[in-house]
């Protein structure tokens, strides 16, 4: 075993070897704090993943490591990687690898924790998780019982308010320090905003519904418990978090009340990448980590880039050596280059998204599959030009971070029936399984939902309910499917079949569409298939939705080869061979939202994470010519940006810079003679 696991860490350098074999050994579970802190592309993913790895090889229990990132994507190909690792190491087979049960995102890992121990803390453990619309549409409900929404037109909308409660929640500051500094418009509404945050809270609890942050302030709420704390910490002999940066004041609470003394606590991440501050995220969790601690944390650094070009590194530290504030790293690499990046100037959105499609095309016939290149852009949306170019040429997409699967309009139809079924207090699914029933509006839904609330059975209450005349039939039919959705002798997936056979007649009486749209409920249905039971399918689905692919291309098969579109939020800790990053322009890079210098300062992060994620060829498109959706009721508009002002003219002189379509080739300048000919009269008078 020795040799194998040598032969296992071969291939990492001396301060990657210091990370995975820090405190391993002797005392497993006895180990000082580790942060390893280091510049994009050094390895601190793959550290972490070969630290679980030694960790298992010398023993500790896999059951016993909670390893936490910020997607469930990442974290499965961590777990995946550590296992296989381990599995080198032990010299067991790939297939038998060590699973880690425990890998998964903050939200998810905090959701399984509080269902396990929901008696503990009186939750209801058949909660319903809320998502972002559904929190809205709570709270716009919440806000118009309040009449907020009627007493005057300039209370802030439901939208706004939902990111009010939850960056006061996630940043842990009182209301009016958050209205202060992000939300200075609404400053007026305090005292209002707190009455209603009290009802949405209110309600929330009435329904047994828990929103995204409500699983961080539960699990927060919980080990503050000393009792509680002490056993969770007990529970995991390792916790270990990638991309640190990005925590807020709540996770690090959470890992503070896991582990106080910081033993067996590994944290990695990269404060130049820090991107989520605008959801309450904050640098200081990683900057204060080691000094958290009576005993210090022990801090490794990694200089060494094994993703890029030395070409790429050079534009990329540029960029963010400017930063106002930051840890300074050098990154260096041997890394073989294949020729400059570019600086791509493009007149118009619509042409940089033909100068994209050649440029893919054109990796391709160089034999790059599509897959290792990416395009990544600031905002969902300023990928549409390009989605329909890419349709046009038949240039199959998948696209990361834009809208989602779940919320297409009949995806929540099916999945409201199945949460109504699983949470019958849940009054946001209630409310919108009934009304899809003809004849059943907002006044008989409320009366159906108050009956629920009170009576001791939901499902009796259901069948014992009188609907209007003219719905009595359709309501029988629906009754018998919610009956048979709440018996206990129902198994796992034929849920949802029955709630498909219920909903499909109304999808096809509801929508002119109702093809395209059946397509994607059976294809949720099919995925149903791979989850364990209703709730975790329910969960899973709202913690990490399915990413939407291009409604026109439809979604590609999975053996085939297609292109990665995403927005740079969800391009974090991944890498392609070619990236190209579009608009570049002031207005979008940084966004002409952004005020204040810290504002600035994550934009320019943001560019700088763009950057990094390419292996060999990088490529920032600026068009000259920008078109920006306002937020206000002004509509559309083009701007004429400049590049970004995070490239300076000292930066740009490092790319190589085009013009597309090339300029038009001037003929050589040649003086004109002085004396001017008349040779029409002379071609003329030949003839005479
Ligand atoms: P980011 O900051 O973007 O999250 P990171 O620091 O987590 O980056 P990784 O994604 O772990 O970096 O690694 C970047 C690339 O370098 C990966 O392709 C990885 O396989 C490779 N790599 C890391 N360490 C080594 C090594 N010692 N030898 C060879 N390749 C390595
Ligand atoms: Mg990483």
């Given at each position: 075993?020795?040799?194998?696991?040598?032969?296992?860490?071969?291939?990492?350098?001396?301060?990657?070897?210091?990370?995975?074999?820090?405190?391993?050994?002797?005392?497993?579970?006895?180990?000082?704090?580790?942060?390893?802190?280091?510049?994009a592309?050094?390895?601190?993913?793959?550290?972490l993943?070969?630290?679980?790895?030694?960790l298992i090889?010398?023993?500790?229990?896999?059951?016993?490591?909670?390893?936490?990132?910020?997607?469930?994507?990442?974290?499965?190909?961590?777990?995946?990687?550590?296992?296989?690792?381990?599995?080198?190491?032990?010299?067991?087979?790939?297939?038998?690898?060590?699973?880690?049960?425990?890998?998964?995102?903050?939200?998810?890992?905090?959701?399984?924790?509080?269902?396990?121990?929901a008696?503990?803390?009186g939750?209801?453990?058949?909660?319903?998780?809320?998502?972002?619309?559904?929190?809205?549409?709570?709270?716009?409900?919440?806000?118009?019982?309040?009449?907020?929404?009627?007493?005057?037109?300039?209370?802030?909308?439901?939208g706004?308010?939902?990111?009010?409660?939850?960056?006061?929640?996630?940043?842990?500051?009182?209301?009016?320090?958050?209205?202060?500094?992000?939300?200075?418009?609404?400053?007026?509404?305090?005292?209002?905003?707190?009455?209603?945050?009290?009802?949405?809270?209110?309600?929330?609890?009435?329904?047994?519904?828990?929103?995204?942050?409500?699983?961080?302030?539960?699990?927060?709420?919980?080990?503050?418990?000393?009792?509680?704390?002490?056993?969770?910490?007990?529970?995991?002999?390792?916790?270990?978090?990638?991309?640190?940066?990005?925590?807020?004041?709540?996770?690090?609470?959470?890992?503070?009340?896991?582990?106080?003394?910081?033993?067996?606590?590994t944290?990695?991440?990269?404060?130049?990448?820090?991107?989520?501050?605008?959801r309450?995220?904050?640098?200081?969790?990683?900057?204060?980590?080691?000094?958290?601690?009576?005993?210090?944390?022990?801090?490794?650094?990694?200089?060494?880039?094994?993703?890029?070009?030395?070409?790429?590194?050079?534009?990329?530290?540029?960029?963010?050596?400017?930063?106002?504030?930051?840890?300074?790293?050098?990154?260096?690499?041997?890394?073989?280059?294949?020729?400059?990046?570019?600086?791509?100037?493009?007149?118009?959105?619509?042409?940089?998204?033909?100068?994209?499609?050649?440029?893919?095309?054109?990796?391709?016939?160089?034999?790059?599959?599509?897959?290792?290149?990416?395009v990544?852009?600031?905002?969902?949306?300023?990928?549409?030009?390009?989605?329909?170019?890419?349709?046009?040429r038949?240039?199959?997409?998948?696209?990361?971070?834009?809208?989602?699967?779940?919320?297409?309009?009949?995806?929540?139809d099916?999945?409201?029936?199945?949460?109504?079924?699983?949470?019958?207090?849940?009054?946001?699914?209630?409310?919108?399984?009934?009304?899809?029933?003809?004849?059943?509006?907002?006044?008989?839904?409320?009366?159906?939902?108050?009956?629920?609330?009170?009576?001791?059975?939901?499902?009796?209450?259901?069948?014992?309910?009188?609907?209007?005349?003219?719905?009595?039939?359709?309501?029988?039919?629906?009754?018998?499917?919610?009956?048979?959705?709440?018996?206990?002798?129902?198994?796992?997936?034929?849920?949802?079949?029955?709630?498909?056979?219920?909903?499909?007649?109304?999808?096809?009486?509801?929508?002119?569409?109702?093809?395209?749209?059946?397509?994607?409920?059976?294809?949720?249905?099919?995925?149903?298939?791979?989850?364990?039971?209703?709730?975790?399918?329910?969960?899973?689905?709202?913690?990490?939705?399915?990413?939407?692919?291009?409604?026109?291309?439809?979604?590609?098969?999975?053996?085939?080869?297609?292109?990665?579109?995403?927005?740079?939020?969800?391009?974090?800790?991944?890498?392609?061979?070619?990236?190209?990053?579009?608009n570049?322009?002031?207005?979008?890079?940084?966004?002409?939202?952004?005020?204040?210098?810290?504002?600035?300062?994550?934009?320019?992060?943001?560019?700088?994470?763009?950057?990094?994620?390419?292996?060999?060829?990088?490529?920032?498109?600026?068009?000259?010519?920008?078109?920006?959706?306002?937020?206000?009721?002004?509509?559309?508009?083009?701007?004429?940006?400049?590049?970004?002002?995070?490239?300076?003219?000292?930066?740009?002189?490092?790319?190589?810079?085009?013009?597309w379509?090339?300029?038009?080739?001037?003929?050589?300048?040649?003086?004109?003679?002085?004396?001017?000919?008349?040779?029409?009269?002379?071609?003329?008078?030949?003839?005479?």
């Open positions: 075993q020795t040799e194998r696991l040598a032969a296992a860490l071969a291939t990492l350098n001396d301060a990657q070897r210091a990370a995975v074999e820090h405190g391993v050994g002797a005392a497993l579970g006895d180990v000082r704090p580790l942060l390893v802190i280091a510049g592309g050094s390895g601190k993913t793959s550290t993943a070969h630290r679980v790895a030694n090889a010398q023993g500790a229990d896999p059951q016993r490591i909670l390893l936490l990132t910020f997607s469930r994507r990442a974290a499965q190909e961590m777990a995946r990687r550590a296992g296989q690792v381990a599995a080198q190491v032990l010299g067991l087979r790939s297939e038998a690898a060590p699973a880690l049960p425990w890998a998964g995102t903050f939200h998810g890992v905090g959701a399984r924790l509080l269902r396990e121990y008696a503990q803390i939750l209801d453990e058949n909660f319903t998780i809320h998502d972002r619309g559904d929190a809205e549409d709570l709270m716009g409900l919440v806000r118009h019982e309040l009449g907020f929404s009627a007493t005057t037109k300039r209370f802030p909308r439901k706004t308010c939902v990111s009010i409660y939850s960056r006061t929640v996630n940043t842990c500051a009182p209301l009016v320090e958050v209205l202060a500094q992000a939300f200075p418009w609404c400053a007026e509404w305090e005292s209002e905003l707190k009455r209603l945050f009290a009802g949405y809270v209110e309600a929330k609890q009435q329904q047994h519904v828990l929103d995204y942050d409500d699983l961080l302030l539960y699990w927060a709420g919980m080990v503050a418990e000393p009792a509680l704390a002490a056993h969770l910490g007990a529970r995991f002999d390792h916790v270990l978090v990638d991309e640190y940066q990005d925590t807020n004041r709540l996770q690090a609470a959470i890992l503070l009340a896991l582990k106080p003394d910081g033993r067996g606590l944290v990695v991440g990269d404060d130049a990448q820090s991107i989520y501050s605008f309450g995220a904050t640098v200081r969790n990683i900057l204060d980590f080691p000094a958290q601690f009576a005993e210090p944390a022990r801090v490794v650094a990694l200089e060494r880039n094994y993703r890029s070009t030395q070409p790429i590194l050079d534009v990329s530290n540029a960029v963010i050596a400017a930063a106002a504030e930051r840890h300074a790293k050098t990154l260096w690499t041997d890394k073989p280059s294949a020729g400059r990046p570019q600086l791509v100037l493009v007149p118009d959105e619509a042409q940089q998204a033909q100068w994209v499609a050649d440029r893919v095309l054109a990796h391709r016939e160089g034999g790059l599959a599509l897959k290792s290149q990416a990544l852009f600031r905002t969902s949306y300023h990928s549409a030009a390009l989605e329909l170019e890419l349709a046009r038949n240039i199959p997409f998948v696209k990361y971070g834009g809208l989602k699967f779940l919320e297409a309009s009949h995806v929540k099916l999945l409201a029936v199945l949460r109504f079924a699983q949470n019958p207090r849940g009054r946001m699914a209630g409310f919108r399984v009934t009304q899809l029933i003809p004849g059943i509006g907002p006044a008989t839904a409320t009366r159906l939902l108050d009956a629920m609330d009170t009576a001791a059975d939901p499902t009796a209450a259901v069948q014992d309910f009188v609907p209007p005349a003219s719905a009595q039939v359709e309501w029988g039919c629906f009754a018998d499917t919610y009956a048979a959705l709440r018996a206990p002798t129902l198994e796992w997936p034929a849920d949802m079949g029955l709630a498909l056979d219920w909903y499909l007649p109304h999808l096809e009486r509801l929508h002119d569409d109702a093809g395209v749209r059946r397509g994607d409920v059976e294809q949720l249905a099919r995925l149903a298939a791979g989850y364990a039971s209703r709730e975790r399918f329910l969960t899973e689905l709202t913690l990490d939705p399915p990413e939407a692919t291009s409604d026109r291309a439809g979604p590609p098969l999975l053996d085939e080869d297609y292109l990665i579109l995403s927005t740079i939020h969800s391009a974090k800790g991944q890498e392609w061979t070619s990236v190209h990053v579009l570049v322009v002031d207005g979008c890079l940084p966004a002409d939202v952004a005020q204040g210098a810290q504002e600035l300062e994550e934009e320019r992060r943001l560019l700088y994470v763009a950057m990094t994620r390419a292996k060999d060829h990088l490529h920032l498109l600026v068009p000259q010519r920008f078109y920006v959706t306002q937020q206000s009721a002004r509509g559309d508009r083009h701007l004429y940006a400049g590049r970004s002002r995070f490239i300076t003219e000292a930066d740009a002189a490092r790319f190589e810079r085009c013009t379509p090339p300029p038009p080739v001037q003929a050589p300048h040649v003086p004109a003679p002085a004396a001017a000919i008349d040779l029409l009269a002379r071609m003329r008078a030949a003839w005479r």
